[in-house]
Each structure stands twice: as structure tokens, then as C-alpha cells.
Antibody, heavy 119, light 115 residues
Framework: EVQLVESGGALVKPGGSLRLSCAAS????????MNWVRQAPGKGLEWVGR??????????DYAAPVEGRFTISRDDSENTLYMQMNSLKTEDTAVYYC??????????WGQGTLVTVSS | DIVMTQSPDSLAVSLGERATINCKSS????????????LAWYQQRPGQPPKLLIY???TRESGVPDRFSGSGSGTDFTLTISSLQAEDVAVYYC???????????FGGGTKVEIK
């Protein structure tokens, strides 16, 4: 059974940093592209970014609002996805989900971790 | 980026009745080389993460009841719940995966409730 467990969400001040983790199990993590998607309180879904598998280049893509501030990485030896979030803004407040990616379809989701950016 | 527009924002349907949700993309998501529409639908029940329901516009994910169906091509798509059940109360999102990068984009969501 595929499991994705996010962690690292917290209350942080504007301008601060945070690192989210997503522990994966139940599938061959190294071969799968992974995404982060966020959902602000009471709002819809917003794609944040993606990392390809190393065999497909391991490259990353980001949504415009987070480009240059967020960095996605992966540790295939630990089956873990990361997202380093710097220069956080109040509008980054959201539940952050990690997902698997099959040709752009997000076919497995974690339960999410809440990031609150507030002074 | 491709903009996805859903309608209506919400709808209330009686149990056993049909629910229809529309999704329109700002440009075609039909990839002519493989004749596939790069369009997915997700269900998000209250307090839960989203769940993939349908991909390639009309292919149900494994385990999804056959009362859910997707249709459409190019820029106009529909999700139909043929006979609404209580467990179908949720927000439904469409998503294009045609134009990526720069982004996967979602529609704004349609909330389905029981009348």
C-alpha cells in the first residue's frame, strides 16, 4: 500500500524558513516523480512544484509564486521528499501535500502538513 | 499557463439524482500525437486529501465507482455522478497536465451537497 507522510509544518514568522519532509513507502520511490501541492485555508488546490526521478534527470519545476524561494529535493536512499521553504510570506499559509506523479496525474496524496506564516 | 474554469461553484442534488460538473480550459489539452486529453478529476471529501477519480478525461481510477464518469475533449469537459450517494459529498477539482512545465493547474473546485 502506498503511503506518503508529510511532516515539518509549523508556525513561522514572515521571512522565516521551514523544511517539509514526505516519507514514502509501498512503492519504488526512486522511479517516481513527486510533487508538492498546497491548499490555503478554505481555498482550492495550488500546484507548488515537482521533482523528476533521477533516471529522468532529477530536475525541478516550480510555480511562479514560489520560484526562487522554495527548493524541492529528494533522498532516494531514505525514500524521502523534501521542500526547503525560505523567505516565507503570509500567503504561503496552507496545508502542503506531497503527491506521486504519473504523467502529470497526481495519483497518491499524503494527509498534508500545515504551514502557518504569521507574526 | 492554462487556466481551468469550473462551473458551477456549488450544487445541491437529491440523493439518487444526477450531478454534473463542468470544466473549461483556456486552451486545448488534447495532445494530438496520442489523441489523449490531459485532464484529470479529483474528489476531496471534508477533512481529507484529494483523491484521483478520473484521468485522460474519461478513465476511472481503480476502485472508483462506475457512477462517476468523465467526458469531453479539447477545452470542454464534464464530470457526471449518475446517482448521487451520501459519500459523494465533496469538492471536485479538474486539473490539466498538458502544459507542464510551467505548471499543473487546477480548476477552482465545485462543492457538491445533498439537497
Amino acid at each position: 500500500e502506498v503511503q506518503l507522510v508529510e511532516s515539518g509544518g509549523a508556525l513561522v514568522k514572515p521571512g522565516g524558513s521551514l523544511r517539509l519532509s514526505c516519507a514514502a513507502s509501498g512503492f519504488t520511490f526512486s522511479g517516481v516523480w513527486m510533487n508538492w501541492v498546497r491548499q490555503a485555508p478554505g481555498k482550492g488546490l495550488e500546484w507548488v512544484g515537482r521533482i523528476k526521478s533521477k533516471i529522468d534527470g532529477g530536475t525541478t519545476d516550480y510555480a511562479a509564486p514560489v520560484e526562487g524561494r522554495f527548493t524541492i529535493s529528494r533522498d532516494d536512499s531514505e525514500n524521502t521528499l523534501y521542500m526547503q521553504m525560505n523567505s516565507l510570506k503570509t500567503e504561503d499559509t496552507a496545508v502542503y501535500y506531497c503527491t506521486t506523479d504519473y504523467h502529470g496525474m497526481l495519483n497518491n496524496w499524503g494527509q498534508g502538513t500545515l504551514v502557518t506564516v504569521s507574526s | 499557463d492554462i487556466v481551468m474554469t469550473q462551473s458551477p461553484d456549488s450544487l445541491a442534488v437529491s440523493l439518487g439524482e444526477r450531478a454534473t460538473i463542468n470544466c473549461k480550459s483556456s486552451q486545448s489539452v488534447l495532445y494530438t500525437s496520442d489523441n489523449r486529453n490531459y485532464l484529470a478529476w479529483y474528489q476531496q471529501r471534508p477533512g481529507q486529501p484529494p483523491k484521483l477519480l478520473i484521468y485522460w478525461a474519461s478513465t476511472r481510477e481503480s476502485g472508483v465507482p462506475d457512477r462517476f464518469s468523465g467526458s469531453g475533449s479539447g477545452t470542454d469537459f464534464t464530470l457526471t455522478i449518475s446517482s448521487l450517494q451520501a459519500e459523494d459529498v465533496a469538492v471536485y477539482y479538474c486539473q490539466q497536465y498538458y502544459s507542464t512545465p510551467p505548471a499543473l493547474t487546477f480548476g477552482g473546485g465545485t462543492k457538491v451537497e445533498i439537497k
